[in-house]
């Protein structure tokens, strides 16, 4: 039976559905789009899914994020008494799924806590109060009673290192969380429509799991071992019952190709509780942006020092981020391993977090250049909590670090075009305009030429914005954004200044006359005019994003003048 409880009607709401034998699963529908965090570019809003199973005892599966709070507890209270839940299964700790454990065990402080060992020292940070606690390892049981007999399944890294996933041998559900998720939020409970989840489904995946690709492998190992699995039951998304396998095929296939990438940075890290994480997710976004495989390492879990010798010396650049005291004779030894398995020619990126007076990243960074290794970027101390700004920052130096280590093909790709062909197209010619953007405390600009009108109604145009631009997470569907047109004979200094090179999260405004669109973009003073623009749709173009755009309102500064064209002599180039 599905029972469907809409409790609101707003953007939040929450949905109760039976989801096999004394299996409730408690949806908490996000409608609203979290614009910010980059793998949620498709904007189809979320999910955040929690899990009530029944036997003799009983157990919950997750929780959801603190902006259910009144919404969660008022379902849950509806289905059952919090005292009455024997054990709290928590699959990973991040916040969208642990937001409510302290207030679950204030109201019902018997509970226990199951999760993995690292999962449970983030919460000790998170819950500050004891509570009962077991730590499971890889094919730990835990038996409610009445059938349900949860086998667990270590996951990590998918996508936080703490994960687990959690197999209920009577209903044959698998619970896991982040993996085979999406950020789509509909009615939907489960998978039926596979057409219309499967952008949402890859996207996540890419954003995700992809920079894990052998940490899905190993999960997907485990997970056969399981035999059969009938649903499996995700903390984002609909649940996944009609294409289990279709999809769980699809999991394995991208990461079979992306474990054997051509070039691969890879990203050492000690992983505390709080925004690591989301850092290194953010350089990992950075670096995927110019094609470049990335794989995420946290040294603080238990890492294989032969694995990681053989990661650190195939990989063409190397990052490493560390928190002030990372002081684990564990740890230590696998930095050790990375520095002593690092070689020349490789590109090197640090960073640190909360670093205080004593910075043990310097010394660090000079092994790496006394090794022979290249810095990319200058290193990123991050002393405050990071804001957007230092998100993007973040991206910006993974780019900085994918396109040098891609450098040579990318030379190579340009040089490639047969001579007759180069000069054709190089007759296909442009305006000059500056793009601007502006989203929270962030804003990015680029000079563009490859802009063109593309409808009358509605009023529309398409720019090619090349994938790994700083610009480029600022145009995804929905944002808003300035084409500001030069000027012909008065476009110099405007062109001259937004080609510069920027350092990562440089501010691309220094020293120019603007003021504020409508949307918040900056509109550039000395532009001959400029129009408001709605990203509406992006095609897949290769190394480009063809980013189709309404335009909605706009202005002429200077009637007579005339726009700048850019004329070239070959296409293999702007
Ligand atoms: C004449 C000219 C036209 C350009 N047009 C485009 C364009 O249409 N799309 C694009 O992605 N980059 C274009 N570029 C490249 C970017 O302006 C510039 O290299 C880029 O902003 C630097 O990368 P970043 O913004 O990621 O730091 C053009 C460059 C020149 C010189």
New binding site residues.
Partial sequence: MVALTEKTEKRLTIQTVEIAQETTAIRSLDWDRDRFDIEFGLQNGTTYNSFLIRGEQTALVDTSHEKFRQLYFDTLTGLIKPTEIDYLIISHTEPDHSGLVKDLLQMAPEITVVGSKVAIQFLEDLVHQPFKRRIVKNGDRLDLGNGHEFEFVIAPNLHWPDTIFSFDHKTKILYTCDAFGLHYCSDSTFDEDLAAIEEDFHYYYDCLMGPNARSVLSALKRMAELKTISMIATGHGPLLSHNVEELVGRYRTWSQTQAKPETVVGIFYVSEYGYSDRLVQAIANGIGKTGVAVEIVDLGSEVDLQELRELVSRCAGIIVGLPPASGAASIQSALSTVLGSAKEKQAIGVFETGGGDDEPIDPLVSKFRNLGLTTVFPAIRIKQTPTENTYKLCE?AG?DLGQWVTRDRSIKAMKSLGADLDKALGRLS?G?YIITAKKGDVS????????AQASFKPLGFS????K?????SLMQVGDRFVLNVLEEGNFQPL?KH??K??GPGADRFEGVRTQPAENGAPILNDALAYMECEVVSRMDCGD?WAVYSTVYAGRVSKPDALTAV?HRKVGN??
């Fill in positions: 910006e780019t442009g000059l990015s600009a680029m000079l563009a030429s490859w802009v720019i090619a914005v090349a790994d631009r700083a610009i480029e062109m937004f080609l090179r920027f480009h850019h180039h702007y």
